[in-house]
DNA sequence: TAAATAGTGTCTGTAAGACAGTATACT
DNA sequence: AGTATACTGTCTTACAGACACTATTTA
């Protein structure tokens, strides 16, 4: 942004001068965590410790810390310290929520994630502060009353994810580096919740260039060998021509 | 939300005990609106006028006022008070905008959104504080130092508007309530910057059943006249079943 | 050799893109 | 009648979806 004029200094001291006076909203953000287990797709949801709504379930969550974060997806990822660890999880703004009415404590907004991770990364164990993480799958973590508006984002990042799965390598982040790609059809469809044509399937990735096989890699098993792959890139979600069903797209 | 517990209470006037100590972050909403002036797709930019960064370029915004803002969306129309004028105008957000550094001011958080209107819809005049509203092609526009991370936000919305053009009927908010579709091609091609199949288009629009033909109404010119369409909905925006150009969609 | 899963070839229907044609106004 | 633009019909090509087929391992 570069050096402050003498004139924009001064406006800033002055705003700050007055600001310690003013009601701020309070600002955090809140991530829907999806990993697989046994190829059902889950969220991790809190059993909240001491605090605020004490022994009620909501998304793991915090509030923006200025001295330790240098943006939301910071906080997004202090949320989740000592339950995830990943070197390049897939992280993905969802939108912001905000309101006078959507914590208690006044007026707030919450910048809203998405995290996918395979299980392996995932560390289940109660916190210090008491707050108890649980794996639910989809259909019941919608069904359970969550505090503040997370139900809200919830059901948001859960139709992101779903319509994304349509045209996007996406899912493969829940997955392990290396997987095969009956494996990650699998993926495909437990998200869709519903089956895909293998060769139609097949086909759109491999054109897609997504992934690269491993020479020579194969996935042992009482059967035929499967060839092993990995995404060209973790770094960015790459996206399809068109859909993987033509017409599950609205 | 329902009624707190005692305790919930009771952590509740704890908290905001302790918080007036607090340096929480500031939170702001800005916007990119975007409007067609003779078929050329242009951008709201504002020349600052009192306060911080006067005489600088930056979008149109406004900090949160929770007494005034029941979300971060109220204030981005805030911003655009006497400067745009429509009952139900195309309002979506895009994403959160947060950091230590993007605001001089101390730790920010905006919520960017995007707005679309007819030109007929806007008044430009300069408002009491001297901002003077202008409209800029995207092009100048991007080439523009702007305050703030607004260069950013500028290019997220347009990236957002041109992808969303290939499959959805978002270019018609930029049209009056009554339009042909002549009229909208021209829309898509000047967003696009490309030309269209005619026949592709008419189908592609017509089969997605968004559009309702105004019995008998037609638009009068030195040939054919045309039959006027308006949008089925305005509330929200339709999502073709494939993309309009099927190769753009990379 | 049987079972199981990996991976491929082929046919068919649908829909986009190109282009040429027809329709209907004004001058 | 000529011109300009609205609108439509037809052909070709590409690709998704269905399904049957081949391939390669272990038991």
Redesign the pocket.
Known sequence: MGQLSFDDAREVAEFNRQRKEWATPLLSADVTLVTLEEDVPKVLLIKRGKGLFRGKWSLPGALVRSELDSTTADTALRALAGKAHVRAPYVEQLRCFSGASRDPRGWSASDAFICLLPRGALDLKKSENGDEPHLVDFETAMGMPLCFDHSEMLSYGIDRLRSKVNYSSLPAYLLPEKF????LQRVYESILGSKL????F???ILDSELLVPLEGE??????????IYQLRSREDVQVF???????SFK
């Open positions: 095969t790609l009956p494996e044509d293998k060769p139609t097949r086909k759109k194969m996935r042992q098993g009482p059967n035929r060998p499967a060839q021509r068109s859909n993987l069903l033509g017409a």
